[in-house]
């Protein structure tokens, strides 16, 4: 790969050399791990737990990435808490599952580390204080494939205290605010189902008081919640535990460069504070920087087009990809569909700044709404996974415009459900249309015209669309024929929980675009986690996980945490792999009776 892309680079020992005026390493570790996400904090976790001098090196001022403002899931079949809270799956079924749902072999071998590992990997980290439960009934997203499950295969973070940081509280990403209430109080799906019940039962009321009481007495000394729940618990909860077992934490401090020595990782240099920190590694480097979401040319190269728009953190610029290709690894992406895993997003105007970005992940599948594209016509089953939804938008894209698409939906559903950042029951929606986030009409046609799509068009649709609500089946797209699709409905409405007419006026519409929320390209990798070439040969002392690490699942949306379950179990497995190279080389030691000096190869 071309210099060009980025500064990042490797360097031989003889620049090292060169360019130290005093002596050759500033620090000397066992691991460094680039980068402070759930993939980073794990590896650099599970290392020290192993015996391992641990250093993470992370290039913004906080911890988390782009899972701070996810729902913090793991998919990880096999896992044991699942297995206690009484769901019927096995490995065996896991290897179905993902051998139906994903065609190609090239990275099967991959899949089944994980599968393996996967178990071991959760029990390990709950050892250490990440209190992962199970997730309850919550469905495969291609649940109809052999081998699916309807539960116990996806694990989410206990809440958390965020109290208990003291100081480094204020070092947790903060969630998108579009997904908090009151000014930074974050809710879980349960807080909200109470919320939403909290005036017709007295058990919600007292629930749903004691989470505002809580969220007004943080308010008083911090400027947001800290009963954190989803991601934010989850890279809490994995910051807190290596602040227990003193890992240190270099923030504002990227890896320039990695330090190659006779075809091996040695170490690393580190901007921090405007100078070069020369670091030795004795067993490698861990890179999980985020992947390359916010790379222009990175993200020209690998994505579809249009792709303008991300949820990933700022500061994942591709930098782990580019020094892993420089060190001799490569960016694979064969088989990668849409090159990661996105879902639609709305696009929040927020005056004289840029527009936040609100990711539609669920809503879709409730009774009352429809996708059309810009000629006024549906193109997918609604109750899809938002991955699948984003798949169809783009293929439906070259024959009609469906980027953007429209949500289209009425007043009983908006008033019921909400959408987006409008609540269900909000009194705003007219602030909203007046801002430009909803668009509005008193008919059909009124709302066609407003959005420049066919008025006569428009109300076929929703005719056809309301039949199919009458009978219960989607003739044109299934929406609601699956598992998957029908827990994500409406449980009180029937025949099918996912289909209501949309008659009640004034009619509403909603524009929505692609946006990845994970890469699914990065660096080929073997099963522990190691950087390979292009002839599968590791790149001795280098390692990546995460988003760094192409993706096991070749673009195919598997279940809830998807990336968040391959990223923590191959970072596992990359700081074991490091483990048993230092215990390899205590064995040398002992057995030389020598010490090492600083020239010394490692791999």
């Known amino acids: 790969m071309s210099l060009a892309v980025t500064s990042n680079r490797v360097v031989t020992q003889a620049d090292v050399n060169a360019d130290s005026q005093s002596s050759q390493w500033d620090k000397e570790v066992d691991l460094l791990v680039a980068g402070a996400g759930p993939g980073g904090m794990t590896a650099a976790l599970i290392a020290r737990r192993e015996g391992l001098d641990t250093l993470i090196c992370e290039k913004s001022d906080l911890v988390g990435g782009t899972a701070a403002y996810s729902a913090g899931a793991l998919w990880v079949p096999g896992n044991s808490r699942g297995a206690a809270a009484g769901h019927a799956d096995s490995l065996d079924a896991a290897q179905t599952y993902l051998n139906a749902v994903i065609r190609s072999n090239s990275r099967k071998h991959l899949r089944q580390a994980f599968l393996e590992t996967g178990p071991r990997a959760i029990d390990c980290l709950n050892a250490c204080g990440i209190g992962l439960a199970d997730a309850g009934s919550l469905p495969d997203y291609q649940s109809e494939a052999p081998g699916a499950a309807m539960g116990g295969r996806v694990l989410i973070p206990a809440p958390f205290d965020g109290r208990l940081l003291g100081n480094d509280f204020k070092r947790v990403r903060p969630p998108l605010p579009e997904l908090t209430v009151l000014g930074g109080m974050m809710v879980s799906r349960l807080d909200l189902l109470h919320l939403l019940q909290r005036y017709k039962n007295l ?61 091996a990782i040695v170490g690393a240099i580190i901007e921090c504070e405007g100078r070069r920190v020369r670091v030795r590694t004795r ?154 986030y909803l668009a509005c009409g008193n008919t059909l046609h009124a709302l066609a015209t407003d959005i420049a799509i066919d008025p006569s068009a428009l109300s076929d649709t929703v005719a056809r669309h309301n039949r199919f609500a009458q009978s219960g089946v989607d003739e044109d797209f299934g929406k609601g024929s699956t598992r998957f699709g029908r827990s994500g409905g409406d449980p009180q409405v029937a025949p099918n929980p996912c289909l209501a007419p949309i008659i009640q006026a004034p009619f509403y519409a909603l524009a929505v675009w692609p946006a990845p929320t994970a890469s699914g390209i990065g660096l080929a990798t073997n099963e522990d986690g190691q950087v390979v070439n292009r002839k599968g040969e590791a790149v001795p002392g280098l390692y990546a996980c995460g988003n760094d690490m192409t993706s096991i699942m070749d673009g195919v949306a598997t279940g809830p945490g998807l990336t968040l379950g391959p990223a923590m179990v191959f970072a596992y497995r990359a700081a074991m792999a490091a483990a048993r190279t230092m215990r390899s080389l205590s064995a040398e030691r002992k057995a030389t009776q020598s010490p090492t000096g600083p020239h010394r190869q490692f791999t």
């Open 203 to 263: 058990k919600s009321f007292l629930y749903s008081a004691r989470l505002v009481l809580r969220h007004m007495s943080d308010r008083v000394r911090y400027e947001r919640g800290t009963r954190l729940v989803m991601g934010n618990a989850l890279v809490a909860r994995l910051f807190y535990s290596l602040r227990r077992q003193g890992v240190p934490i270099m923030f504002k401090s990227p890896v320039k460069e990695l330090v190659l020595m006779e075809g």
């Open 283 to 436: 067993c490698g480097v861990v890179l999980a920087t985020g992947g390359m979401a916010h790379s222009r040319q990175l993200v020209d190269r690998h994505l579809p087009r249009p792709a303008d728009l991300s949820l990933a953190c700022s500061s994942n610029e591709g930098d782990g990809l580019v020094m892993g290709e420089n060190a001799g690894g490569f960016v694979d992406a064969e088989g990668q569909q849409l090159g990661g895993v996105w879902t639609p997003v709305s696009r929040v105007p927020r005056r004289g700044r840029e527009d936040n970005l609100f990711p539609h992940f669920t809503d879709l599948a409730k009774p009352g709404i429809i996708a059309v594209t810009g000629s006024g016509r549906r193109f997918v089953d609604e109750s899809l996974c938002y991955h699948d939804v984003v798949a169809a938008m783009y293929l439906s894209n070259a024959s009609a415009k469906a980027i953007p698409a429209f949500l289209i939906f009425d007043s009983r559903f908006l008033r019921t459900y909400g959408l987006g950042v409008v609540r269900p029951g909000s009194w705003r929606r007219r602030h909203h249309v007046r801002q430009g």
